[in-house]
Every structure is written in C-alpha cells, then in structure tokens.
C-alpha cells in the first residue's frame, strides 16, 4: 500500500497570504493518479486538484498543484476568508489512500 | 449534476452489521467509466476508502476491511449498498458515497454524498 504523508499538519497564516501544502508518498506515483480535496467542517471532502495540476470544475485559479514522482505540492496564491480548511492529498496505485490531512487555520 | 445520497442507521450495536445504502440521482450507476464507492471518516480524523462496485457489477474492497466487506447494487433503484459484518467501536465514523471517475488525468472522486454517522455501542 503506497503511503501518503502531509506536511505541516497544521498551518496558521492570515488572509491574503500564501499557503503552501505537500504531500509526500511511499512509493513514485503516476503523475495523472494524485488528487486533493478540500473539506470543511461538517461537510464532505470536494475535488479540488486532480492530475496534479489540473483545477476541477469552480476551483478558482489561486489554487494550483504541483509536482512528480513523490513530492507534491498544492498552493494557495492568496487565501481567501473561505479557504481555511484541511486539504487532503489521495493517489490512485492499486487502491486509494488518503494523506492525513493538512489544516488550514486563520491565524 | 449527480447527487449521492446516504441512509441507514445511525446506531449499530457491536458484533452486528452496519448497513447503508446510496442513492444515486442525476446518473446511471450502470453507466461505464465510473465506480461507486463507500469511503468513511471516523471522528476527528482521515478518510479511509472502504471499496466500490464498479458499473459491470465488479466490486474491489480494501484489503484491511475485505473480510468483512460487502458492496451491492440494485441497478433498477439507481442505488448502492455497504454492509459492514462484525463491527466494533472503531467501525464508528462518518460514512460516504462517492464516485470515482475513471477520466483522461486518472480516478477522482468527483461527487459525494454529504455523509452519514453512524455509532457502534451498545
């Protein structure tokens, strides 16, 4: 089972900073295969990122993803009152698994 | 736009079967390129991903839960189902529907129900 780790657990930043989250697997991934979702207290995860990079439908263009291999990356350019949430990472190998988690707090 | 919706109960006594049930709304269930899964989120925690039924009726569960796994599917009702044998304390948790979009980036979870807690005690 590949692995998935976030880093920081928690980041506290203010409004209008920038966020910046990883996602660190096991084992190399196919690019295309790793996803984010974000999700609010309450309320279920929504798709964020997929294919590394690619912005799902609504997602507005301060967020962007990142990376290869095993390290990946997903940036928030200026965070947004409605941003502060946690953000998961997921890949796809042979089954899915999620990273623990980063929470995005108001500082 | 497609729509999941989970029910069943929110209480299960331990040793006993959790059963849940989604459904599906705006989107065949037997329409190909997509799964339909049960993934769960246990208080204050990560999401865990149960298993899916895949639109050919083919079903895939995590190796850690697949003993006591089952997925299902009622095409005629548009719906699919979870049961989950034996459960525990650590069986409690928020449950969810989703689909797993199988598209030109790779599988993504694009739709999810809003989810449903369930509580193992007696």
């Known amino acids: 089972e590949i692995v998935l780790t976030q880093s920081p657990g928690t980041l506290s930043l203010s409004p209008g900073e920038r966020a910046t989250l990883s996602c660190k697997t096991s084992?190399?991934?196919?690019?295309?295969?790793l996803t984010w979702y974000q999700q609010k207290p309450g309320q279920a995860p929504r798709l964020l990122i997929y294919?590394?990079?690619r912005r799902a439908t609504d997602i507005p263009d301060r967020f962007s993803g990142s990376g290869s291999g095993t390290d990946f990356t997903l940036t928030i350019s200026r965070l947004e009152p409605e941003d502060f949430a946690v953000y998961y990472c997921?890949?796809?190998?042979?089954?899915?698994?999620f990273g623990p988690g980063t929470k995005v707090e108001i500082k | 736009q497609v729509q999941l919706q989970e029910s069943g109960p929110g209480l299960v006594k331990p040793s006993q079967t959790l059963s849940l049930t989604c459904a599906v709304s705006?989107?065949?269930?037997?329409?190909?390129?997509?799964?339909w899964n049960w993934i769960r989120q246990p208080p204050g925690k990560g999401l865990e991903w149960i298993g899916f039924?895949?639109?050919?009726?083919?079903?895939y569960y995590n190796p850690s839960l697949k003993s006591r796994v089952t997925i299902s599917a009622d095409m005629s009702k548009n719906q699919f189902s979870l049961k989950l044998t034996s459960v525990t304390a650590a069986d409690t948790a928020v449950y969810y529907c989703?689909?797993?979009?199988?598209?030109?980036?790779?599988?993504?979870?694009?739709?999810w129900g809003q989810g449903t807690s369930v509580t193992v005690s007696s």
């Open positions: 989703a689909r797993l979009w199988f598209g030109e980036l790779g599988p993504v979870f694009d739709y």
């Open positions: 705006g989107g065949s269930i037997s329409s190909g390129g997509y799964s």
């Open positions: 039924i895949y639109y050919s009726g083919g079903t």
């Open positions: 084992q190399s991934v196919s690019s295309s295969y």
């Open positions: 294919g590394v990079s």
């Open positions: 997921q890949q796809y190998g042979t089954s899915p698994t």
